[in-house]
Nanobody, 114 residues
């Protein structure tokens, strides 16, 4: 059974940091591109960051220079380090695994507010 379980979300002040984790199971993690997406109320889901199976990284324009995606294939986990957070980063953040099939986690809420 495929599972993607996100954790690490919460409430943080503007300028603060959070690290999200996504623990995977039930598929060949190392062969999958792993990504983080987010969806704010009333908006479409958007790409935050992707790391390919070979380690290449791509970021959404709004998070470049502030967020870093990484993966640990031994731990079957993908991370998103978020620095210099802004109120507009507030959203539900979803983990995605993509290769021959695409899987999604249940999401974790990130709220940036003073």
């Amino acid at each position: 059974q495929v599972q993607l379980v996100e954790s690490g979300g919460g409430l943080v002040q503007p300028g603060g940091s959070l690290r999200l984790s996504c623990a995977a199971s039930g598929f060949s993690f190392s062969f999958y591109n792993m990504g983080w997406y987010r969806q704010a109320p009333g908006k479409q889901r958007e790409l935050v960051a992707v790391i390919t199976s070979s380690g290449s990284r791509n970021y959404g324009d709004s998070v470049k220079g502030r967020f870093t995606i990484s993966r640990d294939n031994a731990k079957l986990t993908v991370y998103l380090q978020m620095n210099s957070l802004k109120p507009e980063d507030t959203a539900v953040y979803y983990c995605n695994a993509n290769s021959y099939q695409s899987y999604w986690g249940q999401g974790t809420q990130v709220t940036v507010s003073s």
